[in-house]
Each structure stands twice: as structure tokens, then as C-alpha cells.
């Protein structure tokens, strides 16, 4: 037995693994996992001390997590309301129009739509903006499906990494690390520009002889009316100055900390904003809690917070950070390349959101021991978000995206997708590493 493990570390651990086994192989719904996982911690007594109960000390871990769950709640509701102006189906076709229908182009507008998208508003709310969008245009114009899902698929998980409000996992690793809006940015934002550029490349390669097969009538495109697209003046009017000030805030709040010592976060921001477009466009708040709000995802992270928790309540965490560093000795180069690659390669397989969360308690513990492990954070923020490419269940919102087209009868094998997205994980991961290594670690 490792030195240090206790018994409650061995329960940790092992409900840590069944609820992978779960979550891999889909044969249980995740959040149904996750809170089940919870519950066998809180029952078996691994968050007991002298002071408080399990239950007490298992719900502080989702207590320090409220802003995480407050900000994708916000997000989704302010999203969906914002959404109905239809500003962004009429964006989508623009871009048609603009491109004339040419596949390829087609194919590098919607990417760098999905980007754009993804690094202001969070990628769940994007794909679930887009992907109907991308259905009825590859369906009127006879485009095959796949290179267009891929691609918002890859896009909308390497941009995760592009600022804080990209991803639930980018927001989590900010919030508990201390990284700021300007600061994620500069520093995992700008790699991202470069992944794109690559990703766009591999995809226009692997997909290029069967768009350059398809031929769009320039007659039909001209048919297509952006402004048709609009559904809701009042909303486009008042409800996307909403969203954008809401975009300006999260990017400010430090600024504004330090400048007026007014202190916010994303939760207050987003439930706020969702909130005051509710009565600002009299929605009924049952039906927005409803039509809006995925809970499903929610109740996931809450699960899952209390299921990672418990390996960082029982020093497993601490462990597997020693275990780490004894690995590569400490050395920020190799610690590095087993965090970019190997993240990527392990988010591939296994819901990237569980192991970003036990991977940051992993850093900060070695940060503990004194090593300088500010490079390690974009490592682990790269490598998990470019993972999150590789499989149909590898995110969230890949779940979304191939769900939707699954009901459209455009089905995606799990095995073609993972062959085609492997080789661009590794790609990227490689090149995220590289990219950190010259400017962080020569």
C-alpha cells in the first residue's frame, strides 16, 4: 500500500473509479453517477471529522463551488433568452452569404464562429446556439454532416481554454488558482490561436477531397436572407446590450477590485443579467427554469465536486502528487509533457471535467512543496480542453452536438470519430507543449 493511503482513502478511490467506469462506458446516465457516488462517500462516512458530520463536510466542497454552478446556470438562462432575438442563426447566415456556399470556406467561417462564440459566451451555450443551425444548412445545401459537426466539436473545446468564462473547467482552474480574465488570455488564449490554425488545416486535409466533391448552387445561396433570421426585434434591441455588458463585467472584474475595491463574481454577474432579462422580457421563470437550464449537468457537477473532493478531504490528491514529481523528478519539462499530452490523451477517454478538477488539486499540491508550477496551469488547461475533441463523450458539449444530430437521423460512429480526432489530440497536445516550453521553460 502506498504510504499515506487510509481507508477512506481506499473508498475515495474506488468510488472514483467505478464512476469513471460509468461515466466511459454511458451505460448509466452521468449525473445519476455522480450523485450516487456522492452519496456512497457521504454514507461510508469519508468527510466525518470531530467538528462537523460527512454530509456537512462533504457539501463545503460544493459550498466553495457555488460560483462555478451559478455561473453556468447564468449562462445557460441568459444564453437561451438572448438567443431568441435570432441574431446568431442570422450571423450563421451571413457568413453563408459572405463565403457564397464554398464548402471549405463554409467550413472556416462556421470554425472560427464557434471560436468567437466559445470565448465569450462558454461552449455549452454555443453549440446548443449553432449545432440546429449547422443541421438545417448542411441539410439544405447537401453538405456532408460530419466535417461541419466535427469541426464546431474541436472548435468549441479548444477555444474552453481561450479565456475563463470559455468552459466550466478553464472558469474552475481561474477561480481556485487565481488566474485572471487578461491573464488566461495572454497566456492559454494566444496557444489556442495557433491550435485553431492547425486544427483548420488537419480538418481541411482529412475532409478536403469530399467538400471539394460538393457542388452549392451560388443561385440557391443568394436566396438566403439574413434578416429573415430575426425573430425578436425587442430582444435583439434591448437583450444583447444585456449580454455584452455582461461579457464587459467578467472581463473587468479585477480591474474593477482594484480600481473601486467593488468585488464580483461571474455567478452574481450571469444570475443577475438572466434574472433582470426575465423580467425585463416577462418570462415565466418555471418555464426558463425548465426550457433553459440543463440540470442534468448541474447535478453532475455537484456530484462530481463532492466525488473529487473526497480524494482532496483524504490527502489522495497530495499523494498523487508526490507520485508525480517523484516520476519526472521534479522537472517542470517533463511534468509539462505528462500534463499536455497526457491530459489530452486521458480527457480523450474520460470525462475531461472530473480530471481537471483532481488534476488541479494535484498542481496546487505540488506547488505546496515549493515547485514553480505556473507553466503547469496552462498545460493542464490546453491539454484538457484540446482532449475534449477526441471522442462524441470526451465533453459536454460534444454530447449536445451529436445528440442533436442523432434526432436529425445524422448518425456519427463513435470508432470514425475517435480515428479521425486521435491524431489531431496528439497533434495539438504536442504543439501546446512545445509552444509552453519555449516561452516558459528554456
Not at 457521504?42 to 456537512?56: G, K, L, N, W
Not at 441539410?139 to 466535417?147: A, D, N, Q, S
Amino acid at each position: 500500500m502506498i504510504q499515506g493511503l487510509t481507508i477512506f482513502s481506499l473508498i475515495s478511490i474506488g468510488v472514483l473509479i467505478i464512476v469513471y467506469f460509468f461515466l466511459l462506458t454511458e451505460k448509466i446516465n452521468k449525473a445519476i453517477v455522480a450523485i450516487l457516488g456522492a452519496t456512497l462517500l457521504i454514507a461510508t462516512q469519508v468527510f466525518r471529522t470531530a467538528s462537523h458530520s460527512s454530509q456537512e463536510g462533504a457539501f463545503e466542497f460544493i459550498n466553495g463551488n457555488l460560483d462555478v454552478l451559478g455561473f453556468v446556470i447564468g449562462m445557460m438562462m441568459l444564453v437561451g433568452i438572448v438567443r431568441e432575438s435570432g441574431l446568431f442563426e442570422a450571423a450563421a447566415i451571413w457568413l453563408v452569404k459572405l463565403v457564397k456556399g464554398r464548402p471549405k470556406l463554409l467550413l472556416i467561417a462556421i470554425g472560427y464562429l464557434t471560436l468567437s462564440l466559445t470565448a465569450f459566451l462558454s461552449n455549452i451555450p454555443t453549440v446548443l446556439i449553432l449545432t440546429p443551425v449547422i443541421l438545417v444548412l448542411v441539410k439544405e445545401l447537401k453538405l456532408p454532416y460530419f466535417p461541419y459537426l466535427f469541426t464546431v466539436a474541436v472548435m468549441a473545446n479548444i477555444g474552453g481554454a481561450m479565456t475563463p468564462i470559455s468552459d466550466p473547467t478553464t472558469y474552475y482552474q481561474a477561480k481556485v488558482v487565481g488566474l485572471s480574465f487578461v491573464e488566461v488570455l495572454t497566456n492559454s488564449g494566444i496557444i489556442v490561436l495557433v491550435l485553431s490554425v492547425v486544427s483548420l488545416a488537419y480538418i481541411l486535409l482529412v475532409f478536403g477531397k469530399k467538400l471539394d466533391a460538393v457542388k452549392v448552387s451560388e443561385k440557391d445561396v443568394e436566396l438566403y436572407k439574413p434578416k429573415s433570421a430575426i425573430k425578436n426585434k425587442r430582444v435583439l434591441t434591448f437583450g444583447i446590450p444585456v449580454l455584452i455588458l455582461t461579457i464587459i463585467l467578467m472581463m473587468s472584474k479585477e480591474l474593477l477590485n482594484s480600481r473601486l475595491g467593488i468585488t464580483l463574481d461571474n455567478a452574481t454577474i450571469t444570475l443577475g443579467a438572466a434574472f433582470a432579462t426575465m423580467l425585463l422580457f416577462h418570462r415565466e421563470p418555471k418555464k426558463i427554469f425548465k426550457d433553459l437550464i440543463d440540470w442534468e449537468i448541474i447535478f453532475f457537477f455537484m456530484g462530481l465536486f463532492i466525488v473529487v473532493g473526497a480524494l482532496e478531504f483524504t490527502h489522495v490528491i497530495d499523494i498523487l502528487a508526490d507520485e508525480l514529481v517523484e516520476l519526472t523528478g521534479g522537472a517542470l519539462t517533463y511534468l509539462a509533457l505528462v500534463i499536455s499530452v497526457g491530459s489530452a490523451l486521458l480527457s480523450t477517454f474520460i470525462d475531461n471535467v472530473p480530471y481537471n478538477i483532481t488534476m488541479v488539486g494535484a498542481i496546487k499540491a505540488m506547488e505546496a512543496t515549493g515547485i514553480a508550477v505556473y507553466p503547469l496551469w496552462w498545460a493542464l488547461n490546453l491539454g484538457t480542453s484540446i482532449g475534449g475533441a477526441g471522442s462524441p463523450i470526451a465533453a459536454a458539449c460534444n454530447v449536445i452536438i451529436f445528440g442533436q444530430a442523432e434526432e436529425e437521423k445524422m448518425h456519427v460512429l463513435f470508432v470514425k470519430y475517435l480515428l479521425t480526432a486521435l491524431p489531431l489530440v496528439i497533434i495539438n497536445s504536442l504543439i501546446a507543449f512545445g509552444i509552453i516550453w519555449l516561452r516558459y521553460l528554456r
